[in-house]
């Protein structure tokens, strides 16, 4: 049981450059959320998805795409990559608890 | 969104108690939560209260939770080094996010 896994761990990108962060778990959880990891601004939502198939917005989607083709996936897409877009990016599923499980984190650095 | 606030930074001896406090603004909250982020980490739940409670303890571990004036704290008691992370409270409860603060960097000095 692995939890909520995140790939890649680390990346750098070029500005304008596009990429997808990826993101498992293996608890059949219907919830699962991407949020980003500022200094100073704690965690903010960017999408989220509420079963297979759905997504929606969060707080800040702008310069996001999301795909949850899969239960246990919920992929995170940059399509034109920005140096605002540098942040620690968490994903997270939810029990029926309502208690969120966080993977590790990528860091997205954009140059 | 919801606007979750917490002091920044909190320094403590080891031994001593910790108390990490945190304001929120959204009354119809069902939880509120309490994890802990160590280094290049992900965040783990430490432990969470229903609206409906004032107060939880669960070991070292005390939540307090004042409705009226919307105030969650966390003590830790006997704090020890390995306590040292970054803590954030959250709010939520519907079918969709949480709501974080900003973190407070709690550092225990031996």
């Known amino acids: 049981n692995a939890g909520v896994t995140q790939t890649p761990k680390f990346r750098v990108l070029k500005t304008g450059q596009s990429m997808t962060l990826l993101c498992a778990q293996d608890m059949n959880h219907e919830y699962m959320y991407w949020y980003r990891q500022d200094p100073g601004m704690g965690l903010r939502l960017i999408h989220y998805s509420v079963g297979e198939g759905t997504t929606a917005k969060g707080e800040v989607p702008d310069g996001y795409n999301v795909s949850r083709l899969k239960k246990q996936n919920f992929l995170l897409g940059l399509e034109s990559a920005a140096p605002s877009q540098t942040s620690v990016y968490f994903c997270?599923?939810?029990?029926?608890?309502?208690?969120?499980?966080f993977g590790p984190g990528t860091r997205l650095t954009v140059l | 969104g919801e606007d979750v606030e917490q002091s920044l930074f909190l320094s403590v001896r080891e031994g001593d108690s910790s108390v990490i406090n945190c304001t929120y603004t959204d009354s119809s909250s069902t939880y509120l939560y309490w994890y802990k982020q160590e280094p290049g980490a992900g965040l783990q739940l430490l432990t969470y209260?229903?609206?409906?409670?004032d107060m939880k303890q669960d070991q070292r571990l005390t939540v307090l939770l004042n409705k009226k004036d919307k105030h969650l704290s966390l003590r830790i008691a006997d704090t020890q080094t390995g306590d040292s992370a970054i803590y954030f409270c959250?709010?939520?409860?519907?079918?969709?996010?949480?709501?974080f603060g900003t973190g407070t960097r709690l550092t225990v000095i031996p």
């Open positions: 209260i229903f609206s409906n409670m």
């Open positions: 959250a709010e939520g409860g519907g079918a969709n996010n949480l709501f």
């Open positions: 997270a599923s939810r029990s029926r608890y309502n208690e969120q499980f």
